[in-house]
């Protein structure tokens, strides 16, 4: 999922912001009219009002978003029969350095002039033999964690970046991925994003997850079948996320993924096109 946490948080801020205005400008009319009736009774005046007892709480420096989903996707990269899965969510941001989210923890390590590089700690989720039928006698791809690097240059609401995975053990892929997202609120609530993305992959990505080798083609029936490295798929999506309350949230993504070169001619694949929807709701803390 691609969430646009600064620009929730930032509109989050602002609600609680304007809540805490008008009550204290309410908390000083009143006293100023319980002030104005002391001194028609003749009796002593209140002592002089400390608006600095009613100032807001220092802005957090982080912040931490809680909830639950569901998404609508393939079986697995390349299956024309999808699946509805739970998603548990949780966003968390410390300052401009550190975010986390369901796709791992990734830290910034440069911000200058809009240009920004990162560090990046995530995972492969792998592939189960049992997720379709092209796929058994293929055997398994194990689930594995992955290091990498991303450099991005935000200008506006228009963010271009470009990263870079390696898996430690499963598949040992090599994945690049590079893009382009827009995000911006269109009301104080509604937050639109819309997100273009070419991922491309090395030889043991490509050979692990659209290759059929002699023993595998024995097992499946499928035909050997060697993949190559180069663009893998362009995905396309675009998301909308509404503040409900000061503290909930609610947000849609929908998108569609087309498997490009060997990827898409494998046998493994039976639809090149690949769609998806999420929907979750969140609160924040």
């Known amino acids: 999922m691609f969430y646009t946490q600064r620009t929730v948080r930032h509109c989050l801020s602002k609600a609680i912001s304007g809540v805490v205005v008008v009550s204290l400008a309410y908390s000083i009319s009143m006293t100023c009219a319980e002030a104005a009736d002391g001194g028609t009774t003749g009796q002593p005046p209140e002592p002089l009002f400390d608006e600095g007892r009613f100032e807001g709480e220092p802005e957090r420096n982080w912040s931490l978003i809680v909830g639950v989903g569901g998404s609508y996707q393939p079986e697995y990269e390349g299956s024309d029969e999808h699946k509805l899965s739970p998603i548990p969510v949780v966003l968390f941001t410390y300052g401009e350095w550190l975010e986390i989210d369901p796709r791992g923890v990734t830290v910034a390590a440069l911000r200058h002039d809009g240009f920004a590089l990162a560090g990046r700690v995530g995972y492969e989720s792998g592939r189960d033999k049992d997720d379709g039928d092209r796929l058994r006698g293929l055997g398994e791809i194990d689930f ?122 494998s046998p493994i694949v039976e639809q090149d096109v690949q769609p998806s929807v999420s929907l979750f709701v969140g609160y924040r803390f």
């Open 144 to 265: 594995a964690a992955t290091v990498g690097a991303r450099a991005s240059y935000t200008w506006n609401a228009l963010e271009l970046y470009a990263a870079i995975d390696q898996t430690i053990d499963g598949s040992e892929s090599l994945i690049g991925t590079f893009g382009a997202e827009y995000k911006a609120p269109v009301t104080e609530r509604l937050i639109l994003g819309a997100n273009i993305e070419a991922t491309v992959a090395n030889d043991k990505h490509m050979e692990a997850y659209f290759g059929v080798n002699a023993s595998q083609s024995a097992r499946s029936g499928l035909p050997e079948y060697k993949a190559e490295a180069g663009l893998k798929r362009v995905d396309l999506s675009a998301s909308a996320t509404y503040i409900l309350t000061d503290n909930w949230l609610l947000r849609g993504e929908a998108g569609v993924g087309v498997l490009t070169g060997d990827a898409a001619d």
